[in-house]
């Protein structure tokens, strides 16, 4: 189904201000200062312009659904939402969080709340940053299943993919109050070539950093080498804060004017005071020891719990990175290393 992209925007626009089923659109828009073309999501307003293809957002799907700082009891009412322009990357991270907040014998009232009550565009990346590895972690720059709706663009037109029911009755709406094309064979073709040459980029531009997918081995390297790595980390916690995948909580009870309130915030296994109990006992001390935690729970614990590896390469830590780390180099470094040992 062809859709012209500018219709496809107002169609989104009037539904935002309808407000009947969906009460708010969110979708990539860049930033305020000229000479930045990073792109963050916001609510979709009459001034702002989404910009759908691209690459990722400096801020992960993540802080939609699995908010900074949000109370978790009593829970607040979730909007339904549409969030569009959400990259192949996001959207496996989100399926690392279904696996962790939305399963049988524990449920996370409040991401499952957000998680059912937004529905999702993905849209295909025509461009890469200089971070992105998702092709290292068994991804690509486009969504294959997972999703709502799906957006190729074609010139001034989205190919437009329904994933799901709920997809599907969106596009009906879609159908109803614009004017829709069939796409031809020549044009999904097109998406092809066009999903064919950002993979190419992709691979060109993380040739340095070859993987084996022995990850286990990163657990067999010895404290020196996770030191030197870790040399310029200074604890920050941006990585784990800024990655789609990493969920690690503190529940506070606060008190309001007439109720007591449970508050959850991201917590940072980077940080001095993760898991201290009583006594100030932690069980990684060091510095070296909890950035060493970081990669094993990407590829160690979370592959041991969910059967996935823990990173979607979207290489946000990468350039949020206070020491200016490279998390593809450091998986490149001691994986070699290991492998070399063996
Ligand atoms: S990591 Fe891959 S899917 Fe994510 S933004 Fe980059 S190219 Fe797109
Ligand atoms: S570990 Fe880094 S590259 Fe991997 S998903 Fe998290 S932020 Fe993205
Ligand atoms: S962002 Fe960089 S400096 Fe900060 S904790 Fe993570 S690895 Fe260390």
Redesign the pocket.
Known sequence: MLINIQDFIEFLRKTAQQGDQISQVVVPVRSEYADDTHTFFRPLTESNTPLFNSYRTVDPAKFLLYLPREQVFPAEQTKNRILAGVKA?DLK?LELLDAALLYDQFTDPAYKQWRDSTLIITSDCDDISS?C?CNL?NGQPFAENGYDLNLSQIKNDFLITVGSDRGDKLLDRIKSEIKTRKASESQRMQVEKQRKRIIERLTGQNKPYSRSSHYEKLRTIDPAPWQDESMTCIGCGA?TH?????YCLILNDESKADQFIKQRSFDSCQYNGYARVAGGATPRPSMTERFRNRYLC?FDYMVHNFEKI?????????QACAGEID?RQVVHNLQNMAIAVQ
């Open positions: 990357c991270a971070s590895h972690v990585c800024i990655c789609p995948t990493c990407k823990g990173c979607t390469g979207c290489g946000r830590c990468t998390f």
